[in-house]
């Protein structure tokens, strides 16, 4: 079992930055592919993109360059940088964790942490 934590979520005006937080506080293999989702009131649960055992990162087109995907092994920990927010980004984030490859439907889900972005 991989627990997953998120945090980092809160408030922002649009036009501003986030740095969302993803760790698994026991051990995980290095070689699971880590991503982010997202899901806005109303809407299906969608995903922002992923980095795989080889830190290759695949984005989703909506990304369009304003949100950075990395992660630290020696932590355990997955980050995503959100800039250049805007009203549509609200919803809530989640990391999710996949064996044993990105093509997969996720294994483990964190619990989420909102983020509003604000007019």
């Known amino acids: 079992q991989v627990q997953l934590v998120e945090s980092g979520g809160g408030s922002v005006q649009a036009g501003g930055s986030l740095r969302l937080s993803c760790v698994a506080p026991?051990?995980?293999?290095?070689?699971?592919?880590m991503g982010w989702f997202r899901q806005a009131p109303g809407k299906e649960r969608e995903e922002i993109g992923h980095?795989?055992?080889?830190?290759?990162?695949t984005y989703a087109d909506f990304v369009k360059g304003r949100f950075t995907i990395s992660r630290d092994n020696s932590k355990n920990t997955l980050f995503l940088q959100m800039y250049s927010l805007k009203t549509e980004d609200t919803a809530m984030y989640y990391c999710?964790?996949?064996?044993?490859?990105?093509?997969?439907?996720?294994?483990?889900w964190g619990q989420g942490t909102q983020v509003t972005v604000a007019a």
């Open positions: 026991g051990y995980i293999d290095s070689r699971y592919c």
């Open positions: 980095i795989d055992f080889a830190d290759r990162i």
């Open positions: 999710a964790a996949r064996w044993p490859s990105c093509t997969v439907d996720p294994t483990y």
